[in-house]
Structure formats: C-alpha cells, structure tokens
C-alpha cells in the first residue's frame, strides 16, 4: 500500500500546520528531514531537506496498530504558514513511495483497517461538519462506536437464532431433543422490539443533524418578519406596513440552545386574487406544513388561523405594542415575549430532540427497515403450526446481512466513494 501524506488542519495562515504521513514508509521519510523520535512522544526536531532548513517541528510517530489509520504514521506539527507548509509538501512529494493522500483517505484506510467501522466514518463526518452543541454530541456518540456496539449486539442474537433453526435442518432426518421454537420466537421478538425503538428516534435524530425548522405563520401584517428579524437579530426579511410583502419562504438558520434550528417566515395567508401572492401562500401552506413546529401570529384574540394549530404549536397575538392588554401576545419591535417564545421552542424542540436514537443517515434507517422486514416475515412463519426451517433461516441470514451492511462489512463499496468525497484531503 502506497504512503499517503497530506495538510490536515484548515489551509491558510496559523499558528501551528499539521501535516500528516500513513503508510509503510512514513517513518522513513520523515528520517529524511531529521532524527526519528520514540514512538508516540512528541519531540522538536529541526526539519532539514538538501541541507535546507525547512522548519523547527514537533514529529510526533505511531506504529501499526496504535494510530488512527491502523498503519505507520506520522504527525508534522509545522509553523503555520503557507510558505512553511508548501516547502514540506514540496520536500515530500520528491521521496519515492509517497504520494499525496485522496479526499478522505487517511479515515477510509481506518475503515479498511478495521479502526472504524462505517457509522463510526460518517459520525466523523457529522462531528467535522457540527455547528451546534447538540450536533457535537451526536457526532460524538456515534463517533464513540454506540451504533457499531448495538448493531453487535443484535448480530449475535441473530447468531443465536440462526444457529437453533439451522440445527433442526441439520438433524432433519432425527429427533432433536428441545424444540427450538419457543426460543426462536424470544429472540426475534426481542430483536424486533429493540430495532424498532432505533427506528423511532431516527427522524429526531436527523432533525439535530440537519436542524429543525420553525414556520412563523399568520395573516398579512401581523408582524411576521419583524419578528423573524428580531430573533435573528439582524434585517433578513423586508418589513413594512403594506400587506403581502412576504411572497416567498425566507430562512435563517440560528442556533437555539444548542439546537441547530431554521426559522421561516412565510407568507401571509389570505384569500388574494393577486396569482403570484397566491403562488406564495401555497409554498406557506406547504412549508409550514412540513415544518417541525409552527408559530402561529394573528391579529386579536379570537381569530381563527387558515391553517389549523396542532397541539405543541405555539399561538400568539402579534404587535403587542399596539395592544392595550400583553397577555398571550409579542412584539417583535419592542421584543417585549421574545424571551418567552425562544424559552417555549427551545422546549418543544429539546423534548424532541431527548428521544433522538443513533441512526444519522438515512442508509443506516433503511438498513434497519430491511431487516426489520426479514424479522417480521420470520415472526410470521414461526407463529404457524409447521413451518419450513430453510426459509426462516434464509430470512434469519437477510436480516443478519442488511445489519452487516450497516456498518460497513458488505455491499458498501458503492457507496464509500460517495462518503469519502465529502471529507478534506487531510481527513
């Protein structure tokens, strides 16, 4: 296997570069530049090349096995600029064995090496990409091998089962001496109970990874943007007194108590013979519709919204300015109930997001869903009088092989590709 390097912190001017070497002769080259340190201490060595002095560094070296790729590899921690950096590069690139490492490559050798598995890859990705503090700590718990360790699990209790319906095949023609069944039947509806818990926190799960969104909805000037504005804290949407100003979906992301959340100011919805602003509060319906929550603004107490508030929405009167009476009402001019209105979706969406599984992508639920699908047809067979020990155990295998895929053992290659191009070269 070729030697990778590459730059594995952010390009640019910094304090400190890291440049990264993996593979058989990393901790040869990096011989070239100066004397190898112990493994796994981080010594300052003076980087030489063609008697050249590159840079004072701290070397840092891994052997097999103990480092993140599963290889021998190496840790150049460089003075950050680019023109220290580019001669380090340059000085690498001219050592026979080395090349420089392809998006994502030094996490897909991990996989290879059987350091990671792949839904402990794409926690990685998600922990990189993480804006928020509930983001972290998603990435991080996926990232920490949770799935992998539950996927386990499950795998040896279709071991189990598998192992029991494949004794009866195999002593057909004899008197096996417990019936297997009843143990089975446990087992599978176990299994069964446990994946489709995974399966219900997925959708919250993925709502924290790619954020939640929150429509603001109500009638034409009832202060719908001036309060989208006053909770971004900045003029993203136009306001003024002329009704319809709003025709399309306006976001903006923020982050709400550590909760990566989009608000959108939609529309306001009327009867209007005007085609565009029609056009407009169709996308309103629609959007908000789809959102996670809904803030319902109206002109007085008593009005009835177009669209109907489900029971964790939020309705409020707006421009509380105007009004003689505060209660039940907000002012994004004044940000008199703002505190309170971020308070109650921060606990709406947190209540949600407490009951997010492990499952990120949407290639893991399906996984799940496949073999939730070859326990449910197993189920049914083994509820029936006699059944065909062959086709259970058939079924018993796809199930075993969807959560197989799952993290990563087979039928993945199509998709590594994929995966791996959305990592940094260093990564």
């Not at 982050?255 to 959108?264: K, M």
């Not at 309103?284 to 508030?309: K, N, T, W, Y």
Request: one cysteine or more.
């Amino acid at each position: 296997m070729d030697t990778i390097f590459a730059l594995a912190s952010a390009r640019g001017k910094a304090g400190v570069a890291v440049v990264r070497l993996s593979g058989p002769v990393s901790h040869a080259a990096v011989a070239r530049f100066c004397a190898v340190p112990p493994l796994r201490r981080a010594i300052l060595r003076r980087l030489i090349w063609q008697n050249e002095v590159l840079d004072d560094a701290l070397v840092l070296l891994f052997g097999a096995g103990a480092s993140f790729t599963g290889e021998d590899s190496a840790e150049l921690q460089l003075h950050g600029s680019t023109a220290v950096v580019s001669a380090v590069l340059r000085a690498l690139s001219q050592i026979d064995g080395l090349r420089m490492a392809e998006p994502g490559e030094f996490t897909r050798r991990a996989l290879e090496n059987g350091c990671l598995d792949l839904t402990q890859v794409e926690g990685l990705a998600d922990l990189i990409d993480a804006e928020t503090e509930s983001q972290r700590k998603q990435a991080q718990r996926v990232l920490s091998g949770a799935l992998g360790q539950r996927v386990e699990g499950w795998r040896r209790d279709l071991l189990r089962a598998a192992a029991l319906i494949e004794a009866t095949i195999d002593f057909a023609d004899e008197d096996v001496p417990v019936d297997v069944t009843p143990e089975v039947s446990g087992l599978v509806s176990g299994l069964l109970a446990s994946l489709r818990q995974e399966i219900a926190g997925a959708r919250a799960a993925e709502r924290i990874r790619d954020g939640f969104e929150v429509a603001i909805v109500g009638a034409p000037n009832v202060g719908k943007s001036t309060l989208l504005n006053a909770l971004a804290g900045r003029e993203a949407a136009i306001t003024s007194d002329i009704a319809g100003t709003t025709r399309d979906v306006i976001e903006v992301r923020m982050d709400l108590e550590g909760l990566a959340v989009t608000l959108l100011d939609t529309a306001g919805l009327r009867d209007s013979s005007d085609q565009i602003e029609r056009i407009g509060i169709e996308r309103a319906i629609a959007r908000a519709g789809a959102a996670d929550l809904r803030v319902f603004l109206l002109s007085h107490a008593g009005e009835a919204p177009m669209m109907q508030p489900l029971p964790e929405d939020i309705v409020l009167v707006g421009k509380s300015d105007t009004l003689a009476s505060q209660e039940g009402a907000i002012s994004g001019k004044t940000g008199a109930g703002l505190d309170a209105l971020i308070a109650a979706i921060s606990s709406r969406l947190a209540g949600r997001a407490a009951s997010a599984g492990l499952l990120i992508r949407e290639r893991q639920r399906i996984a799940l869903e496949r073999s939730i699908t070859a326990l449910e047809s197993v189920q049914t067979a083994l509820d029936r009088s006699t059944y065909l020990p062959e086709l259970v155990a058939a079924e018993l295998r796809s199930a075993m092989r969807a959560l197989e895929a799952l993290v990563g053992r087979i039928d993945v290659e199509s998709l590594l590709d994929e995966i791996f191009s959305s990592f940094c070269i260093g990564k």
